[in-house]
């Protein structure tokens, strides 16, 4: 079956920086796009950055924009977020997300959109 797992998170000071990971398992990873979202006590998943299967389009939310890098590599079933400049408001369980398509260049950014959950990372970032 399709499993999405996430590691690399953790605790870290602000300023500091964390990469998170996430292997698929049980898919043809380059006919999925991916995404990432994170969760915040008390609040809705929300989402934080995507990219297409092929890797060539790219989306972040405004608030990571600058800060945040997604990328993947479809050799090694991985998608990554590369997360500098961290902010305690950056405090989330983080999660992976994919959804099959047959359109190499599109993103997705609503939580509907997704397929395919992995079971999320904490990020904690202390002031």
């Known amino acids: 079956q399709v499993q999405l797992v996430e590691s690399g998170g953790g605790l870290v000071q602000a300023g500091g920086s964390l990469r998170l990971s996430c292997a698929a398992s049980g898919l043809t990873f380059s006919t999925v796009a991916m995404g990432w979202f994170r969760q915040a006590p008390g609040k809705e998943r929300e989402f934080v950055a995507s990219?297409?299967?092929?890797?060539?389009?790219?989306d972040y939310s405004d608030f990571v924009k600058g800060r945040f890098t997604i990328s993947r590599d479809n050799a090694k079933n991985t998608v990554y977020l590369q997360m500098n400049s961290l902010k305690p408001e950056d405090t989330a369980v983080y999660y992976c997300a994919g959804r099959p398509t047959l359109l190499g260049l599109t993103t997705y950014y609503k939580r509907n959109d997704y397929n395919y959950w992995g079971q999320g990372t904490q990020v904690t970032v202390s002031s």
């Open positions: 990219i297409s299967r092929t890797g060539s389009n790219i």
